[in-house]
């Protein structure tokens, strides 16, 4: 095992004739005498708001709004009560922006995470958005499960306007400045699909059938 | 699998009168095309992106002995593991081992072009129950199939062909209506929902391997990457060590690229960041994470004129603008990659004396090149490997010395002259205007006529009686 | 443009191995618009083709060789004109034959800069007005792939056929794929090479033109063969036929008059 970590690493380096590798620094520097571009990047000439509602409608997701966190269990309602939810629960995130607010009985509100795997539809918390793509950004950890984001039919994401925005990049300087990355990061555009049907566009492969994004602000 | 580049000649022929294949290529074929054009209009400094692109991959590439250490650095401080693995052979037996010490009985798959290169699926099913998770893998993996597609591996199946396999396999039963695409999509899901739920491992690929954070960058639209390394107890990722990029900025760079080049996406459904194994904290996720790094002929490349090839994103734009691809699929090329990277790639990772049609099979009209995300020059490469087949003698007998006859001839241009001076009126007597038999011209006249040579002479013959010059 | 006194620019013209023996009219075609446009044409006696088909086939030596030939027999010229888009890009890539630094590489790289396919050089270097023509009918255009990507001929032919105003473009739907000729691959994979000029061919009939046009005689040969097997009444020409009215000659493939 550490023979072919050796052996790799020493062809990697007669590959590119040197026996020690340069630090990181001198990579670095190299890496910015090659990019002398201006970050090629999709423009659009509305608000970030709108162009992340924008390309989430683009990608088959969905969209409210609400002044204020507290609305959100009547936004949640809204939502839920046109839809055929098959006797599945809802259950909630372990965030504390949603277990404290005050969930109406007739919701039917589960907080135990332990029976996600049973629920037709998971709240969560949304950490950023990004304008450019109508991504939601979901790190995990214990405010956020991983497996929330995939196993239920609908994704409901609680996003504050103020975290929305522009570029992806922006994330990760945020997510680094606070610490190092999580064990994942799912960045989320729209319900799960597939083409792989004679290229036919479906909805709903293996991960949620629909996304709704709740903006709060 | 089975490698059988030397048929493609035969294989070709058998797709070009498949009909169910030429039906399903049809249907795929301007779809990609288009998709791809319309997403590069949102961002119309697409080409200045291209050469960010390629800056980034030939920088990682120059650098990778010291984004390797780095990533594997990072990868181990947050609670993973890196392994290393020359060849195909020491890949297989580095996974088999980590499921044998996980005392595993059931893996779940996520679609990886790596893990195909190096055999993965033979040797896993004959040791555990191993199940595709990304439809098109399951679809093929049902029909015992390899890929024909590196992002669209059932591409060639219709959906007659998906409800008999569904039915079969699902029902035990045939010959039922055919089944509507949403139909066939939910019950997989449902079949498929089990299997993610009592895996034990879970085995991905890596779109990107980040360098400073050590992260495992994957993209999908089903969502069947995250539930295959979210839910079993064990992640393994295999990839090749040309998917380093240097941080988490330039893999923003590259997906950009990736999924407009790929599906015509500004960017799939999910893209997926890991980072390590699961946190003392964590309500979710794998217990262990190894990331097997392999070499499988990687390095070789690394050191020779065909470097470039290492940027390949496996997009696989290059064969969704590939005419030769549009023909005849992806299973003619014989192995894991088809198109114009596979007529490179099988010949760098299998030899090209098994292979030598894939690199010929190939008008040089460079298409591929102008839509390849990292700008790799693929007809070049591609005619370098003719230059190597050319000069190894793996070209044959008859066909070198038929050029180089040629070639004598042309070095000589008064008797080149004087030969094609009197072949013109020799042909002139198989037709008139175009002949549909001519001697020693079979290949052609298999599927068109024969122009025949027009006018009076040859243009320098006319040229001389008109400028009233004496031949010397 | 070039004032009355000055010299007027000397063209060496590669006529390319394939007009040379199949279709003479293209390189008088071509002889005569460099005229009209004011250049002194000359075609060197000693040359055969530019090396593609041993290029293209891994035969290295030979394909320098003849590059040493065009090399020298074209070292006088302030211009090389090809009708055809691969043989000049062709001769663009010779350089990439000789050593970084030998003399070779310097006379190739001199060459190169000096080398025009002639669509582009009439409409680019010379900057002819669109020639009138009363040439008229539904055509369809070509873009043969050598022109197209390595020398970036698109919109050159189209201005220049725009002095034709009885002249209707119907656009090809697949414009930049590939006819299936590809030199040497045409009849390696003749199978393959088959479907796809039936494809291009579908395409072209798809338009309702009555001439298909284009700037490379391979391409067109291998159209103008595929067209005539389905029995297809379109006809087949190079460009440079329709821009100086030599469109009285058979169109490619076709029957020539008697006598």
Known sequence: ?217 | MAVAEADFRARARKALSDEDLQSALAKAKGGFVDKRANAILDLPEFEALRERGRQIKDHTLAHLDTYLEQFEGNVTRQGGQVHYALDAESARETILGICRDAAAKQVIKAKTMAGEEVGLNEALEAEFETVESDLGEYIIQLAKEPPSHIIAPAVHKTRAQITELFDHHHHQKSGGPLRETPDLVDEARGVLREKFLGADIGISGANFLVAETGTITLVTNEGNADLSTSLPRVHIAIAGVEKLVPSMREVSSMLRLLARSATGQQITAYTTFITGARRPEDLDGPEELHVVLIDNGRTRMLGDEFREMLRCIRCGACMNHCPVYSAIGGHAYGWVYPGPMGAVLTPMFRGLDSSQDLPNACTLNGRCQSVCPVKIRLPYLIRRLRDQSFEQQITGPFARWAIRTWGWLARRPALYQQLTGLMRPALRLFGRGSARRVPLAGAWTAGRDFPLPSGKGTFQQQWREKRGEKRT | ?259
């Open chain 1, 1 to 217: 095992m550490s023979e072919q970590r050796a052996e790799i690493l020493r062809r990697v380096q007669q590959a590119l004739g040197r026996q020690k590798a340069p630090s990181v620094d001198i990579a670095a520097a190299d890496l910015e005498t090659r990019l002398t571009d201006n970050l090629p990047r999709p423009e659009w000439n509305t608000d970030s708001l709108s162009r992340f509602c924008e390309r989430l409608e683009a990608a088959a997701g969905s969209h409210a709004r609400v002044s204020s966190i507290n609305e959100v269990p009547r936004a949640v309602g809204d939502y839920l009560e046109n839809l055929e939810t098959d006797g599945h629960k809802t259950g909630l995130s372990p965030h504390p922006r949603l277990t404290e607010l005050d969930w109406p009985e007739d919701l039917g509100i589960d907080r135990e995470f332990a029976n996600a795997r049973t629920w037709g539809t998971a709240i969560a918390v949304g950490y950023m958005g990004i304008a450019e793509t109508g991504s939601v950004v979901m790190p995990s950890g214990p405010t956020r499960p991983t497996t929330l984001n995939f196993l239920p039919d609908r994704h409901i994401v609680v996003l504050a306007i103020e975290d929305i925005v522009d570029y992806m990049e922006s994330v990760w300087d945020r997510l680094l400045a606070e610490g190092e990355m999580p064990r994942t990061v799912n960045v989320i555009t729209g319900p799960s699909r597939t083409a792989d049907v004679e290229q036919t566009l479906q909805l709903g492969a293996h991960g949620p059938r629909s996304l709704h994004v709740i903006l709060v602000g």
């Open chain 3, 1 to 259: 443009m070039a004032d009355e006194q000055a010299p007027r620019p000397q063209v060496g013209l590669f006529v390319t191995c394939l007009v040379d023996f199949f279709r003479p009219g293209i390189g008088f075609a071509s002889v005569e618009l460099l005229e009209q446009a004011g250049c002194q044409v000359t075609v060197p006696e000693a040359q055969s083709c530019c090396g593609q088909p041993a290029y293209n086939s891994g035969d290295l030596a030979d394909t320098a060789g003849l590059a040493r030939q065009v090399i020298e027999n074209f070292a006088a010229f302030d211009y090389v004109v090809a009708p055809s888009g691969s043989c000049a890009g062709q001769i663009k890539k010779y350089p990439d034959l000789f050593e970084t630094g030998s003399a070779w590489r310097r006379r190739a790289e001199d060459l190169a800069g000096r080398t025009y396919e002639i669509l582009s050089f009439l409409d680019e270097v010379m900057q002819i007005e669109p020639p009138r023509s009363d040439f008229s009918g539904r055509v369809t255009y070509h873009d043969s792939c050598s022109g197209l990507r390595q020398l970036g001929i698109k919109d050159q032919p189209r201005r220049l056929l725009s002095g034709s105003p009885a002249l209707e473009l119907n656009e090809l739907s697949e414009s930049e794929t590939c006819c299936g000729f590809g030199g040497t691959f045409c009849v390696k994979y003749p199978d393959i090479s088959t479907r796809m000029v039936n494809d291009k061919t579908d395409d072209i009939l798809a338009t309702g033109a009555e001439t298909v046009l284009g700037g490379d005689l391979g391409c067109l040969m291998n159209i103008a063969g595929r067209l005539k097997r389905r029995g297809a009444p379109v006809k087949v020409r190079h460009a440079v036929e329709v821009l100086a009215g030599h469109t009285s000659e058979p169109a490619i493939g076709d029957e020539e008059e008697a006598g």
